[in-house]
């Protein structure tokens, strides 16, 4: 489905029914991602989740836009579907969206799961490297992008020996256009460092990390457990930085564990 917000077509799924649950996907990927956990969690809940601006089907804008941009369009979109509080579960530039969320609109947050992100902001040597693949994008395209992220994204194990999910994460990052991704890379280079943001997280809050994750690694999901109070932490085994798409069972179960244990009747 589509819906216009903020001037932008944003594409997204919503099914089931129950307690609201709101994913937000990677960067360089789209909503797809979050196919085994739609299956599962809209068994008992209402699952939504949408293409961010410049990803997969939602428009793709051909100006500046930041993860306070992203924030707005989840604000709009979440009106328009009439949904007041949710749980929020981000992995990586989803969780930096959730941070700009957060800064704005943390009455709406029920329950916050943070997956393979981290709070601070770039450094001086992130920010040149995103400059250096914005100017890839720029000139040789997705297909480019694609090749500097696999490493990044999937594990050794699951590069080598899982072909369908190294595929599946190709084209979708090949769906995507190069002015999305480019954007995406400035509003990345530009966003603020949520470390300050963490003590003030009041709503229980699950951080789960892949052990093998080189993007964000562990030390940085410990890093944020231990300043949210009362979060919990989940390392999951032999899984890189999609750890939702390499080990959906432990991730689901580490997310359903979590949402039974905060749920409003326990
Ligand atoms: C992501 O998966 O969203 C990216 O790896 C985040 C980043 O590049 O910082």
Redesign the pocket.
């Known amino acids: 489905m589509k819906t216009n917000i903020n001037g932008i077509n944003i594409s997204y799924t919503d099914q089931g029914q129950g307690d609201p649950l709101i994913f937000i996907h990677?960067?360089p990927l789209s909503s797809t991602m979050w196919k085994p956990q739609i299956k599962e969690f809209s068994k008992n809940y209402r699952v939504t989740a949408f293409d961010l601006r410049g990803h997969g089907d939602s428009d793709a804008p051909l100006w500046n836009f930041t993860l306070d941009d992203f924030a707005a369009d989840l604000h709009g979109l979440l009106r328009h579907l009439g949904i007041a509080q949710a749980t929020f579960v981000g992995l990586?530039?989803g969780g930096y969206t959730l941070f700009a969320f957060l800064r704005k609109y943390p009455e709406l947050v029920t329950k916050l799961v943070l997956a393979d992100t981290r709070a601070q902001a770039d450094t001086d040597e992130g920010k040149a490297g995103r400059f250096t693949m914005a100017q890839v994008a720029y000139r040789e395209g997705p297909p480019a992008i694609a090749d500097m992220m696999m490493p990044?994204?999937l594990s050794p194990a699951s590069l080598e020996n899982r072909k369908d999910l190294v595929e599946q994460v190709r084209s979708s990052i090949l769906k995507n256009q190069a002015s999305g991704i480019i954007v995406d890379l400035m509003a990345?280079a530009q966003r603020p460092d949520s470390t300050p943001l963490l003590s003030t997280i009041s709503c229980p809050t699950l951080v789960i990390v892949g052990e093998d994750d080189v993007?964000t690694p562990p030390a940085e999901a410990q890093y944020m457990a231990d300043r949210i109070s009362g979060s919990h932490l989940v390392t999951i085994p032999q899984a890189g930085?999609l750890t939702n798409l390499e080990q959906p069972e432990k991730f689901n179960g580490a997310l359903k564990s979590f949402l039974e244990k905060h749920s409003v009747s326990a």
């Open positions: 990677a960067f990586s530039m990044k994204l990345m993007a930085h």
